[in-house]
C-alpha cells in the first residue's frame, strides 16, 4: 500500500514552510491526491521522485513565475472574419 503524507509531512522533509510546498502543489512541481474537498496528501513515491531529480528553489521559482505571467498576458486570440 502507498504511503501518503501531508503537506507538513513533505515541507519538512525538504526543509522548507508548508506554504511553499502549497506553493509547489499549486504550479504542478509536485502531484497530489485530493482525499476529499478540503484534504490533499502526496505520494511518497511523489516525493521521492522529486528529491530525486534534484529540484531546485530557482526551478521551482522559475516554475511559479512562468505560471503567474501565463495568468495576467492578455487574450491574444482574435477573431478572423
Not at 36 to 59: G, M
Amino acid at each position: 500500500m502507498e504511503r501518503l503524507l501531508t503537506i507538513k509531512d513533505v515541507a519538512t522533509t525538504l526543509t522548507l514552510s508548508p506554504f511553499t510546498v502549497k506553493r509547489m502543489l499549486k504550479v504542478g512541481v509536485l502531484p497530489f491526491v485530493r482525499i476529499n474537498r478540503n484534504v490533499i496528501r502526496i505520494r511518497e513515491e511523489d516525493l521521492q521522485k522529486l528529491i530525486r531529480l534534484r529540484l531546485t528553489r530557482a526551478d521551482y521559482w522559475k516554475a511559479s513565475k512562468e505560471e503567474s505571467e501565463q495568468e495576467t498576458e492578455p487574450d491574444d486570440r482574435r477573431s478572423v472574419d
